[in-house]
């Protein structure tokens, strides 16, 4: 990208005596689905990115007829273009962070992996996005192997939540030593943190107050507790967490909310 391109992602922030300076954001890259609803998706997303002040740019993978209802039709792209999106932007503007949404199918996600390491992008949250809140597929099942030994290997965090971690691991998960085993298990299929979100955990007496979810490094566990928001309004939190930690991450900004000492600054604050 020549210096006028880059010029021009720029924006102006003041600092604490009010002076204006110039400062170039961070570019925050998410590669998913379009919710023509605006509540997940690439839309949940670019909001997200424009909140925590991050230039966002975004890949589509799919086109959904979706609402607050649920998800009444899918439109998936094909791979190939997929991949011209991400040489457009990758090859010009570059990415301080990647974060992957809805996928759908094994050549999007072989396409998005290839282009990861061709590009050197070395910030990478995957969510592995496959049933909508709602119940709809959203991925191929012939599209999870993949994931496990094409992407989750580049990946600087995965994000699953209970029902994910299970459709990935094949064993149930309810309580706190099932998230352990399955954050271990994630863990095996080499990212460098994987964070199991609890929200969806009622195995337990705790689970009626609170929200857990556990991050493993590969040798410690960090168990993150919130008050759970007792809330039918979840469409779109899965995206919008990950796409916060993507920011947080490429900015390279300590946790907000619950503070925890953990190397790479993750941004924790509640249970989705």
């Known amino acids: 990208m020549d210096e006028q391109s880059r010029s021009s992602i720029t924006n102006l922030e003041a600092d604490a005596d009010g002076i204006i300076a110039e400062a170039c954001p961070a570019r925050l890259l998410t590669i998913a689905g379009s919710d023509s609803g605006g509540g997940a998706g690439i839309q949940a997303d670019l909001k997200t990115f424009a909140a925590l002040k991050t230039f966002g740019m975004s890949v589509l993978t799919a086109l959904t007829a979706q609402n607050t209802q649920g998800v009444q039709g899918v439109h998936m792209l094909p791979a190939s273009f997929v991949g011209e999106q991400l040489d457009s932007v990758l090859g010009d503007l570059g990415a301080d962070a990647i974060k992957t949404g809805m996928l759908g199918t094994k050549e999007i996600v072989e396409v998005t992996a290839a282009k990861v390491k061709e ?97 493993f490094d590969g040798q410690n566990f960090y168990i993150l507790r919130a008050p759970r928001v007792n809330t039918k309004n979840l469409h779109g939190t899965g995206c919008t ?11 390279d900004l300590g946790p907000i909310g619950i503070r925890i000492d953990v190397p790479i600054g993750i941004p924790i604050r509640i249970s989705i």
């Open 119 to 215: 590009y050197r992008v070395a910030t990478v949250i995957v969510d592995p996005v496959m049933v909508s809140t709602s119940g709809h597929a959203l991925l191929q099942p012939d599209a999870v192997e993949t994931y496990k030994t094409e992407l989750f290997p580049l990946a600087t965090v995965i994000t699953p939540n209970i029902k994910e971690a299970q459709h990935l691991l094949g064993f149930d998960v309810r309580t706190m030593e099932d998230m352990k085993k399955a954050a271990v298990a994630l863990h095996k299929m080499g990212p460098k943190w994987v964070l199991v979100k609890g929200g969806d955990k009622h195995g337990e007496q705790e689970d009626a107050t609170s929200a857990t979810d556990v991050l």
């Open 241 to 251: 967490f990950a796409s916060a930690l993507a920011s947080y991450l490429a900015k």
